[in-house]
């Protein structure tokens, strides 16, 4: 349905995530919600209503995957599943105080995810990817091996099968850290997590550097959202495009600037092994009109501009791990993003278990109860 009284109905057969997770034994209580066609960081819609974070009300969820979410948070599931084409994993997860994965792309199938209308092409195939959100780590790593892996209909998944479970010790580490990226404003509260972290792993024995890759930051967001805006809205005759993102001359241009920064990205990582950086802005913001401006650090900005934490990994189809990192001084819950490169995400997740088990970070905890 993703949000639209255009794709209002049941469907009559499984995608590949929700098959492989029936066929493992899991127990598929239904969908969760999310805003109309996946295209905000609030989940309301004219079909479910509004999705509340389960630790204020009078908060958004997050989005796209804002239902999924909330619904881990508050106990309703132990596991749900996303998607992230623009931070849509990772932003909701960071505020509701849960765990999220945005995987490599073309880790999981996409087969199923959502169908187009009868006779549309499938043109989202680049920079989306589908990942679990949990509560433990453990959850995330069940979830993950479950659905990864080609499924003979989406070809575009290679083989590449998942690493056993490794341990990471925090003296063997190689991490960068920045505490936000050129043009995002963040909250000092979420900052200064970050700064913590950092300084927690360096005193643990890891090697940690403030860096980020040498690259145009406002190039790399100019073509992310000209290429978002073409796949999801190529079909649509009355879409808002230039012309000339309607030719194959243009797209096979972007594709190749595209490459450009997936090896920027790539040289980044070859001595290292994450980059850690805020998950989102700040924490999570009252429920507002779409795109509405709120206040990050004495800042006011467009509440989508929380995407531009995201972007990078979309853009280059990096792995990223949102992590739980306690709460700010409004008793909300704040996280941290931990990003690595293509096909690294068992690497994470054994970094996010030296985190906790160090106490660097706390874990999930459970929203407080409503009367």
Known sequence: TIGSELLDRVPVTDGSVAARLRAAGAIIIGHTNVPPFLADYQTANTIFGRTNNPWDEDRTPGGSSGGAAAAVAAGLSPLEFGSDLSHSIRLPAAFCGVYGLKTTEHL??????????????RTVRIMSCLGPMARTLDDLELGLRITSGPDGIDTDVPPVPLPRRTRAPLDGLRLAVATAVPGIPVEQAVQGRVARVARDVANGGARVEERLPKIDWPDQ????????????SIASPGADLRDEQRTLAWYLSALERRDRFIAAWDAFFADLDALIIPTVMASAFRH?????????????ISYFAHGGLGLACNLAGLPALALPAGLDDNSLPIGVQVIGPRWSEMTLLAIGRALERAEILPGFKRPPERS
Not at 221 to 232: H, K, M, Q, Y
């Open 108 to 121: 999981i199938p996409l087969t199923g995810f959502f169908s187009p209308p009868p006779g549309a092409a």
């Open 221 to 232: 967001s100019t073509l992310f959202l000209d290429l978002v805006s073409t796949i999801t």
């Open 288 to 300: 507002a009109a779409p795109g509405a401006q709120i206040y990050v650090g004495g800042t006011r």
